[in-house]
């Protein structure tokens, strides 16, 4: 351990002093030099002077990078091992300070670090990818597994992934966290920011950042899924203001990385993501008056189903018996989803039609649904008796313009018959 923490506070003097020294040592300093005795000044720093933080922030994000870029995964220790046992000890203290810093504030501490180690990691991951994962070339099929299996051989990495999951686990066990109010232009909760910073790289590191969304995501998927999710529907508010309706997502960044993380926790938290769309689309139906988040919700579900097949048999199933008791609220919300998010004529009934064709499974209980309501009178029977005669005209469609009338690649009918063996 270099850092010793002393048992009274510093005075003024000797803080200027010791900022003189850091900033005197920083600047001269190299990516490959080891500097135990500066990066003790540094968290001393840290620690004691805030106005000095983002300097030495920035600092050890160039220590963490002279790390990796001297770690060779296919050797053991050689000649430089003095400079490894140095590194070592300054990635102990570092990350020693800063957890004690996150659990004794965890705001604003949490979201600080947390934003840090997660653009660390973009930054490493990027520029250190072929060294640390080998070269990969346009077709290749290294698995998700494998790029975090290597990461994690390197130390600066896991103290970089630990701080960043640290601050995630302290904001949720806190009780600072803030909850969902009713409007859009509110300020973020602590845990909704590091979810935000955790998009922002991911945009800006895609794909080499992807093996962190996954370690995160699977940590926390509960927690990620519904602040991914509620991130991204103030983003796509947002975007959709900007463009006066209708929103395609992968023109915009951060919804794109959305879809990306969504679709990778479909395949390994499936339940997760489930639990936390139907519980968004139930309370988007049931509370009145709806507010602005309330009236983009199924929109922006509709939207993310169309690119994500994860997102899009998350909504799906078990959705029949979700809806029911709540489509008489379906007229209430519909003339704000044709006016704010579907302007288009007859956009919403061809973005239903495209879901309802899409869906592999639990397609026989939302037809089902579909013509048990529309047997009645009034709104929702027309709509459902509109919904149903239109799919069943693309349905005729697709049967005929396919080869020998395979119906098995119709997905609706793929449904249909795994429904009928269970």
């Given at each position: ?239 959709s203001k900007e463009g006066e309706g209708e929103v395609s997502l992968t023109k915009v960044p951060r919804l794109l990385s959305v879809v990306n993380i969504l679709s990778h ?158």
């Open positions: 351990m270099i850092l010793e923490t002393p048992s009274n506070p510093p005075n003024q003097d000797d803080l200027i002093k010791q900022l003189r020294t850091f900033l005197a040592g920083a600047g001269a300093s190299t990516r490959n030099q080891v500097n135990p005795q500066l990066s003790s000044t540094a968290l001393h720093l840290l620690t004691n002077l805030p106005a000095a933080r983002e300097a030495v922030l920035e600092y050890f994000g160039s220590v963490l990078d002279g790390i990796v870029s001297r770690y060779n995964p296919q050797q053991e220790r050689d000649q430089n091992a003095y400079n490894e046992d140095m590194s070592e000890i300054i990635l102990e203290d570092l990350s020693r300070v800063l957890s004690t810093l996150v659990s004794s504030s965890p705001s604003p501490w949490a979201p600080i670090v947390s934003t840090w180690s997660l653009d660390c990691l973009g930054k490493l991951s990027t520029k250190w990818s072929s060294k640390i994962c080998g070269k990969q070339g346009p077709n290749s099929t290294q698995l998700l597994h494998e790029k975090m299996s290597a990461w994690l051989g390197c130390s600066a990495a896991r103290v970089l992934l630990d701080l960043a999951a640290d601050c995630l686990a302290k904001l949720m066990d806190s009780k600072v966290d803030t909850k969902m109010e009713n409007t859009v232009d509110y300020m973020m909760s602590d845990t909704e920011s590091c979810v935000a910073a955790l998009l922002e790289t991911s945009v800006k590191h895609t794909p080499h950042f992807d093996w962190v969304v996954a370690h995160i995501g699977s940590c926390f998927p509960h927690t990620v899924t519904h602040r991914v999710l509620s991130v991204g529907l103030k983003d796509y508010i947002t975007a926790l479909a395949t390994t938290h499936q339940t997760d993501l489930q639990t936390a769309v139907h519980s968004m689309l139930s309370s988007s139906l049931t509370t009145t008056p709806p507010s602005p988040t309330h009236t983009a919700t199924v929109p922006f579900l509709l939207s993310l189903s169309t690119l994500s097949p994860g997102v899009r048999r998350a909504l799906t199933s078990d959705l029949a018996p979700l809806l029911t008791p709540l489509l008489d609220r379906i007229p209430v919300l519909y003339p704000s989803w044709t006016s704010l998010y579907f302007p288009s004529p007859n956009a919403l009934l061809s973005n239903i039609t495209q879901l309802l064709l899409s869906t592999d499974r639990e397609g026989p209980h939302l037809l089902l649904l579909l013509l048990q309501a529309g047997a009645g009178e009034g709104d929702v029977a027309s709509s459902a008796r509109t919904i149903m005669n239109n799919l069943l005209a693309d349905i005729f469609t697709q049967v005929h313009n396919l080869p020998k009338h395979r119906t098995e690649e119709v997905a609706i009918f793929s449904g249909l018959v795994e429904d009928s063996f269970q």
